[in-house]
T-cell receptor, first 114, second 116 residues
Framework: NAGVMQNPRHLVRRRGQEARLRCSPMKGHSHVYWYRQLPEEGLKFMVYLQKENIIDESGMPKERFSAEFPKEGPSILRIQQVVRGDSAAYFC???????????????FGEGSWL | AQSVTQLDSQVPVFEEAPVELRCNYSSSVSVYLFWYVQYPNQGLQLLLK??????LVKGINGFEAEFNKSQTSFHLRKPSVHISDTAEYFCAVSGFPSGGYNKLIFGAGTRLAVHP
């Protein structure tokens, strides 16, 4: 059973270009999370999505960042007009449907380094 | 809202010695607690988690952690470390009721360096 798959693992972009990071959750998982890890820091929550719905985007920067999880295909984290400060590791994670109290294990991918 | 403080940014230790990585949290609601390990250039792997029940939680690779509600701590321990335990360790908290999902709040991490 494949884990959470992220690609590309490494991405180089010039200032002003667009970056697209893709994430395929574990089989049977319907919840996707994106986290960002800046150098020498812990992971920061960005967004939580279910199929075709953004549930919690409280950690997303107000501009240039967007995320989607379409009915078919992987989740996409899109960064428009990248700047040097966007350099980070971006981790996708997934979990199964949870009850109202949460607590299910979240499984992380190996990250995409921008 | 929740926050996590990992009290040591780096912990050097000799092989076969015991180790404790400290984690304190704050929250206005009940919490679930997690420890993850990150090896260089890799994703995070769950070591253990506390949801309810016994406050002593055993995880993979010989690690264990104890939830102390009065001290709002969740320290990670291993009685005898190996070179292969060298990695970054992250403590995380998730508040509940959560609306059905885990919004993990991470500490800044503790770098464990095991020396021969």
């Amino acid at each position: 059973n494949a884990g959470v798959m992220q690609n590309p693992r490494h991405l180089v972009r010039r200032r002003g270009q667009e970056a697209r990071l893709r994430c395929s959750p574990m089989k049977g998982h319907s919840h996707v999370y994106w986290y960002r890890q800046l150098p020498e820091e812990g992971l920061k929550f960005m967004v939580y999505l279910q199929k075709e719905n953004i549930i919690d985007e409280s950690g997303m920067p107000k501009e240039r960042f967007s995320a989607e999880f379409p009915k078919e295909g992987p989740s996409i984290l899109r960064i428009q007009q990248v700047v040097r400060g966007d350099s980070a590791a971006y981790f996708c994670a997934s979990s199964v449907q949870t009850g109202s109290t949460g607590g299910n294990t979240i499984y992380f991918g190996e990250g995409s380094w921008l | 809202a929740q926050s996590v403080t990992q009290l040591d940014s780096q912990v050097p230790v000799f092989e076969e010695a015991p180790v404790e990585l400290r984690c304190n949290y704050s929250s206005s609601v009940s919490v679930y607690l997690f420890w993850y390990v990150q090896y260089p250039n890799q994703g995070l792997q769950l070591l253990l988690k506390y949801l309810s029940g016994s406050t002593l939680v055993k995880g993979i690779n010989g690690f264990e952690a104890e939830f102390n509600k009065s001290q709002t701590s969740f320290h990670l321990r291993k009685p005898s470390v190996h070179i292969s335990d060298t990695a970054e360790y992250f403590c995380a908290v998730s508040g509940f009721p959560s609306g059905g999902y885990n919004k993990l709040i991470f500490g800044a991490g503790t770098r464990l360096a095991v020396h021969p």
